[in-house]
């Protein structure tokens, strides 16, 4: 890797002081007995073209990078990934032997595997999927389930437009349907996600009426803050089974500690049990 024994990787955004991912990796490097630091690294906006290019020379083996900057910050690297590309955001700078920078985006790869975390068969294929949300946890969401096989991606989001341009880039298996049609639109599904900011700590809870949903459908969310959102209130209520956002957060983290520091970490109870005490 590089010449500096001490393994140093952060989390570029702005503002970064709320992320937990400092906590995971800083977890995991104790966990392995690997000498390094994961900290803080807030960025401004305009500041963001000499920061990125600054990485290698101050030692970093890479970074996560969060809001605002996952977009712009595409231009800045050497190779992006193709998962990268294709979502046309990134997520991670990993720093090559040769100090160029390759940028990756394990946002999917974390929502898929915490599917399986909470459901080890369970399938992308097993039935429809409703998708609501079509910004950029949406994006993640619908490339990654679609990669994994599902045959028919349901999309709806409030602006109309949105769904629509997302279902247009993407192509089968996603269609795009009215905003006004999300209560129908869970008639048959297996899968039904919400990437919308609704529910979120804050903001008030998503309008949906599951009446039309299966009880065997699996219902996701991407927000862990809370860690139970009042739709997963409600399905559980019912009687459906629920995954929170807190799984994704988690599983994306590993792919990038496994660039940086060599270990792909394991998800143990302890760093769950305490992420959750501290949100
Ligand atoms: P993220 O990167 O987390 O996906 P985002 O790109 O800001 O965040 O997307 C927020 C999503 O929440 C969008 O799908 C947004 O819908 P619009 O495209 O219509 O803005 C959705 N959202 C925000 N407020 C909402 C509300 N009051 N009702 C329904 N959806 C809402």
Redesign the pocket.
């Known amino acids: 890797m590089s010449s500096h024994t001490f393994g140093l990787a952060g989390i570029m955004g702005w503002p970064v002081a709320h992320s937990r991912s400092p906590f995971i990796h800083n977890y995991w490097l104790k966990k392995y007995g690997i000498n390094g630091a994961y900290v803080q690294l807030p960025v401004a906006p305009g500041s963001l073209g000499i920061a990125v290019p600054g990485l290698a020379a101050l030692g970093f083996r890479g970074c996560n990078i969060t809001l605002p900057h996952k977009v712009d910050v595409l231009k800045l690297v050497d190779e992006v990934d193709v998962m990268a590309r294709r979502m046309g955001a990134m997520n991670t700078i990993v720093v090559q032997p040769d100090g160029s920078l390759k940028g990756f985006n394990n946002d999917g790869y974390g929502y898929i595997h915490s599917l399986l975390d909470a459901k080890p068969d369970w399938r992308a294929d097993a039935g429809p999927i409703t998708v609501l949300?079509?910004?950029?946890?949406?994006r993640a969401v619908v490339l990654s389930l679609a990669d994994r096989g599902a045959k028919e991606i349901r999309l709806l989001?409030?602006?109309d437009a949105?769904a629509q341009a997302l279902a247009k880039e993407f192509g089968s298996p996603v269609k795009a349907l009215p905003w006004s049609e999300r209560h129908a639109a869970l008639a048959d599904v297996a899968l039904l996600v919400n990437?919308?900011?609704?529910g979120m700590h804050g903001n008030?809870a998503?309008e949906l009426d599951l009446t039309a949903l299966p009880l065997s459908a699996l219902v996701s969310d991407v927000i862990y803050v809370p860690l139970e959102t009042p739709l997963l209130a409600a399905a559980r209520l019912r009687g459906n089974p629920t995954v929170n956002g807190l799984g994704m957060l988690l599983n994306q983290a590993r792919p990038a500690f496994e660039a940086w520091f060599g270990v792909m970490p394991e998800i143990t109870s302890e760093l769950r049990q305490s992420i959750e005490a501290s949100l």
């Open positions: 949300g079509a910004g950029g946890a949406a989001n409030r602006t949105k990437t919308t900011s609704q008030p998503l």
